[in-house]
């Protein structure tokens, strides 16, 4: 974290027309200046910045805010990220908290990859362009398929040599260290072999939003059918495939221009529309379709259009695609290729404005998609039919805002020619069905509650816990239950095939936390979490010992002080004689209430925080924001009021 007084300073030294100015071209207009919108398409400018005030707003977009705000926003940078990007404008210097020695390690470690990898690709490209065997095997390769040179330029593509280790043979020379270019996947090692995983392949460098080279995927040149046509890097510290899109940095500024992100499926995919003129496009690469990545593509636009090939299995990924979409709350459109082409080869076959052109006039929304490709042929069959409008209120019912499911809803009516009240009708039906499945869960437990004596009321003194958690005392008392029960039974349910699917403790802490979005504001509690996510589950995991002997020592630290005290058990439940030697058999009905407080002493800590919020926001004059807290803390109370009704006059107070 930045301390209070550089922010302060950057705060002071930054100079909002200065800032904006470096991005746009400002004229002054009285008191005030005036220019074309970074943030969406204008020929006449509404885009207003006041030095006086320090804000800038647009009137035709309706973005405004402080040079905060804008730097965050114009440059899609975190709160931190943006005052350290004004710091280094104006040479302030930069004091942040201390990093332990294992932080230090693990940004080193990133940061030796991040080299290693950029080191690689720029071998690489050069490689194709400077060597004998890279022009004729792979730019030879690119011409070919119509790439321009200005486009393998633009991409970075590159050529890893042929041979089991040229690659690593010659990092290793320029003083790269094998644990790197090991850790990366650029290099296998076994114990009497070394090779370069990407020989003999075309390179294409995967780019992180802000440019820099994470992974590469390779092709092969080989006409062998054993050989993999594509390979990609594995995953790794600095590549997680499934938040990452091909593409996204060059597509970027591109994608808040034109407010729109096409997807498409392949490298060539993108690069080939790229050269046909157009630029807001990425490809999910190497993964199907993640939410991870739908976010990523959310930062810049809320609308996506998917691009996909005329066969049966590019349908097959595209109405996959559109549930995941709709989901996450983005507006989605289709824009089915004629049969047999691929974007690559469609983008090849016309000129850009043409290209341009048939998007525009062939891109057709979700549910105009869904019901032309399912009625084909069937037009009068009224089950298909029947089938056909189930399906789509099922897509309408995951989008997470009613007025734009109401808008599906009407375009469905039309389409189909069903009366809206039926959609609302099966809507509602969908609905219930979701809450009866929500309702029979929570009976489960609620049936074993009957035949238990209620919990007696409980009086808890406060231990002193982290500094300034004030969820230690529940946070404590969660993970000492999934040390100690985590692998246990907690319930049993019906899953969609009619089969028993038993949930244990740990799934039950581990999903319900993961549902709401709970996190502990102690990192060492939740790098706890975090590990008890990824290995439960697991064959042979003993928690206790995993934990207590954890090499992070503040993590052991923890754990054996969580699981010898005696406190817990007293403090949290104060039981009745026999109740804590029975904890285990009750565990259905402690582990549901544990959760329940957790989460309300989580939002009454979150109601206070945004209240602290309000005080500050209200002494500024941006409203915007001060509506948003507004929205957040009634949000927030009524989900306090649903926890305590929940938990009755049984609500503890420490
Ligand atoms: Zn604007």
Excluded at 388 to 404: A, E, F, H, Q, Y
Excluded at 498 to 519: C, H, K, N, P, R
């Amino acid at each position: 974290m930045i301390d209070q007084g550089t922010i302060q300073r950057i705060l002071d030294s930054s100079e909002i027309v200065d800032v904006v100015g470096d991005f746009v071209t400002l004229k002054r207009r009285g008191t005030n200046f005036i220019g074309l919108c970074p943030f969406h398409n204008e020929k006449t400018p509404s885009f207003n910045v006041s030095p006086s005030k320090g804000i800038y707003k647009c009137f035709g977009c309706g973005k405004g805010g402080s040079v905060v705000n804008f730097v965050m926003e114009h440059e899609h940078l975190s709160y931190v990220e943006a005052l350290k990007w004004l710091a280094k404008k104006y040479n302030i210097e930069v004091n942040e908290r201390e990093e332990t020695p294992e932080d230090i390690q693990a940004r080193n470690d990133r940061e030796s990859q991040m080299i290693v990898t950029s080191f690689a690709q720029k071998y690489f490209t050069s490689q194709l362009w400077d060597s004998n065997e890279g022009r004729i095997a792979a730019l030879g390769y690119f011409r070919e398929r119509g790439l321009r040179d200005d486009m393998v330029r633009k991409f970075e593509l590159g050529y890893c040599p042929s041979g089991n280790d040229v690659f690593t043979q010659e990092a290793l020379k320029a003083g790269y260290e094998m644990k790197f270019l090991e850790k990366t996947g650029l290099t296998i090692k076994r114990e009497d072999w070394i090779r370069d995983r990407f020989s003999g392949r075309v390179m294409f460098p995967i780019h992180g939003v802000s440019g820099r080279v994470i992974a590469f995927g390779g092709r092969t040149l080989s006409q062998d059918k054993k050989i993999a046509k594509y390979l990609n890097s594995p995953e790794s510290d600095i590549y997680h495939k499934s938040r990452v899109l091909y593409g996204i940095f060059q597509a970027k500024r591109s994608v808040i221009q034109n407010d729109k992100c096409y997807l498409v499926e392949g490298y060539t995919d993108v690069i080939a529309m790229h050269q046909s003129g157009i630029e807001n496009v990425v490809a999910s690469s190497g993964t199907s379709l993640t939410s991870d990545q739908i976010r990523l593509i959310r930062r810049f636009t809320n609308n996506i259009t998917i691009i996909y090939d005329g066969d049966q299995a590019g349908i097959k990924a595209s109405l996959r695609g559109i549930d995941l979409v709709l989901e996450e709350g983005v507006n989605v459109k289709v824009l089915p290729l004629p049969e047999g082409e691929d974007p690559d080869s469609f983008s090849r076959s016309m000129g850009s404005s043409e290209l341009q052109e048939y998007i525009d006039k062939n891109e057709t929304d979700f549910i105009k998609f869904k019901t032309q490709l399912l009625l084909e042929g069937t037009e009068n069959d009224p089950i298909t039919r029947a089938r056909l409008t189930t399906d789509i209120v099922r897509s309408v019912s995951v989008i997470p805002d009613g007025i734009v499911r109401a808008e599906y809803l009407k375009e469905c009516s039309r389409l189909m020619n069903v009366r809206e009240e039926v959609l609302y009708e099966e809507l509602r039906k969908l609905k219930r069905k979701r809450d009866d499945e929500m309702f029979r869960r929570e009976q489960r437990v609620q049936v074993h509650h009957e035949n238990i004596p209620e919990a007696p009321n409980v009086e808890v003194k406060k231990e002193a816990g982290p500094v300034n958690n004030p969820c230690a005392i529940e946070e404590r008392e969660v993970l000492r239950m999934m040390l100690k029960y985590g692998d246990q039974k907690l319930f049993e349910v019906e899953n969609d095939e009619g089969e028993t699917e038993v949930i244990t403790v740990a799934d039950y802490f581990i999903s319900e936390l993961d549902a709401d979005g709970i996190e502990s504001v102690d990192p060492v509690i939740r790098q706890v979490f975090q590990e008890c996510d990824e290995h439960f589950g697991e064959e042979g995991f003993e928690p206790l010992r995993y934990f207590v002997q954890h090499p992070d020592s503040s993590v052991s630290q923890l754990c054996s002080n969580i699981l010898s005290e005696k406190y817990t058990e007293s403090q949290f439940w104060k039981k009745q004689g026999s109740y804590v030697e029975e904890e285990h058999d009750i565990l259905y009905m402690l582990v549901p209430r544990l959760l329940q407080e957790y989460k309300l002493r989580m939002v009454r800590f979150l109601i206070n925080q945004a209240i602290d919020e309000m005080k500050e926001a209200a002494k500024g004059d941006d409203f915007d924001r001060i509506v948003d807290l507004q929205r957040n803390i009634q949000n927030l109370k009524s989900v306090e009021k649903e926890l305590s009704d929940k938990l009755g006059k049984r609500t503890i107070n420490f």
